[in-house]
């Protein structure tokens, strides 16, 4: 059975900083991804990452600012989060996929059960 599990989140003041970790058990994925989503909007795509080359890919709000990374050691992939903006302010999901990188939440299958990040002005 596959499992997404986040940590990390919480609430840090504008500037601060902070990491999401999510550790994937039951199988291997070829891309890892976080999505945020703030109510009343559709889930937005954040980064992805390609598990095996180490490709990355990013929203053009978080460019410059998150880095996503992994390890596969672990089995566990990472979104560190700088220079945080209250707009930077929703819940934050990993999920994953077998096939290449998209941005498109609804080709996701696998996601985990979603964490809140709040970042205080």
């Known amino acids: 059975q596959v499992h997404l599990a986040e940590s990390g989140g919480g609430l840090v003041q504008a500037g601060g900083s902070l990491r999401l970790s999510c550790t994937i058990s039951?199988?291997?994925?070829?891309?890892h991804a976080w999505f945020r989503q703030t109510p009343g909007k559709d889930r937005e795509f954040v980064a992805a990452?390609?598990?095996?080359?180490?490709?990355?890919r990013y929203a053009d709000s978080v460019q410059g600012r998150f880095t996503i990374s992994r390890d596969n050691v672990k089995n566990t992939f990472y979104l560190q989060m700088d220079s945080l903006e209250p707009e930077d302010t929703a819940v934050y999901y990993c999920?994953?996929?077998?096939?290449?990188?998209?941005?498109?939440?609804?080709?996701?299958?696998?996601w985990g059960q979603g964490i809140q990040v709040t970042v205080s002005s």
């Open positions: 999920a994953a996929r077998g096939g290449p990188m998209t941005t498109v939440h609804i080709l996701y299958v696998d």
């Open positions: 039951g199988r291997t994925f070829n891309t």
């Open positions: 990452i390609n598990s095996g080359s180490g490709g990355t």
